[in-house]
């Protein structure tokens, strides 16, 4: 079992920066890979990235390839997001996801943190 809680969302200016974090309990956690999805008012859940268990891959929705970096400190079991040049579309509620499988995560992952508010502004 495996239970997330994200930190560090915010109301910020477009162009401005933003780091998500996300918190995992549990020992298995450097085994999980490790993602973002994103879910906008009115809107399907999306996949922003994801981080392989061994840190090796990285994985991003073509829509913040170049803004956005994920990582992971297994260490602490903890994964981020920092994101960058933030634009108003990327306005959404932010949730993390881990997934045993180890190399990305998709919307069946089997754990999901409760979600963080993004908001942009123009």
């Known amino acids: 079992q495996v239970q997330l809680v994200e930190s560090g969302g915010g109301l910020v200016q477009a162009g401005g920066s933003l780091r998500l974090s996300c918190a995992a309990s549990?020992?298995?956690?450097?085994?999980?890979?490790m993602g973002w999805f994103r879910q906008a008012p009115g809107k399907e859940r999306e996949f922003v990235a994801a981080?392989?268990?061994?840190?090796?891959?990285?994985y991003y929705a073509d829509s913040v390839k170049g803004r956005f970096t994920i990582s992971r400190v297994n260490a602490k079991n903890t994964v981020y997001l920092q994101m960058n040049s933030l634009k108003p579309e990327d306005t959404a509620v932010y949730y993390c996801?881990?997934?045993?499988?180890?190399?990305?995560?998709?919307?069946?992952?089997?754990?999901w943190g409760q979600g963080t508010q993004v908001t942009v502004s123009s």
């Open positions: 996801a881990a997934d045993p499988g180890g190399y990305t995560v998709v919307a069946s992952s089997d754990y």
């Open positions: 981080i392989s268990w061994n840190d090796i891959n990285t």
């Open positions: 549990g020992r298995t956690f450097r085994r999980y890979a």
